[in-house]
């Protein structure tokens, strides 16, 4: 789960500690492991995030006899299922998380490598031309050597 960055709240009941070899920080709520320590650490394409230590998990339950053995993760979301909760601000934000992903994910600049390169190139392109214009999308420049 998604957390806030805990230096922001209340610096002196966290403590911190980095892992060498990962580059993980571990934020420590009163020197305790447990559901409330927030994970901190970079991805490859150079974003911070934040996590918590805990699931959200959504139970399946028969009105006659309770559980049904079905469950499912509960992700995140922004936005109230009350229509009188909901404002223009959770709106944006759910939009930029949703933009976000759809943009740092790891098949967007092959996906439309390709399909710019069959609009505007050749409708057959080879694997290594999508590769290298897919490089490009991701790295954000493009040097030629020829």
């Known amino acids: 789960i998604g957390s806030f960055d805990p230096r922001i709240s209340d610096p002196q009941s966290y403590s911190s500690t980095t892992d060498p070899t990962s580059g993980i ?15 901190e650490f970079h991805d490859d394409k150079g974003r911070q995030y934040f996590v918590k230590n805990s699931i959200e998990t959504v139970r399946v339950l028969n009105l006659k006899d309770g559980s049904t053995g079905f ?12 229509p009188s909760e909901t404002t223009l601000r959770d709106a ?15 098949n967007t600049g092959p996906f439309l490598s390709m399909r710019l390169i069959q609009r505007l190139v050749s409708s057959n392109p080879s694997p290594r031309y999508v590769k290298v214009v ?7 420049t493009y040097e030629s050597s020829g």
Request: proline residues 2%.
């Open 71 to 82: 469950s499912f993760r509960n992700a995140p979301q922004f936005m109230s299922f009350v």
């Open 134 to 140: 897919a490089k490009a999308f991701k790295e954000g």
């Open 92 to 106: 944006q934000y759910e939009t930029e998380a949703t933009l976000d992903h759809y943009f740092y994910h790891d």
């Open 25 to 39: 920080t571990t934020h420590l709520r009163n020197d305790i492991f447990d559901s409330a320590t927030v994970f």
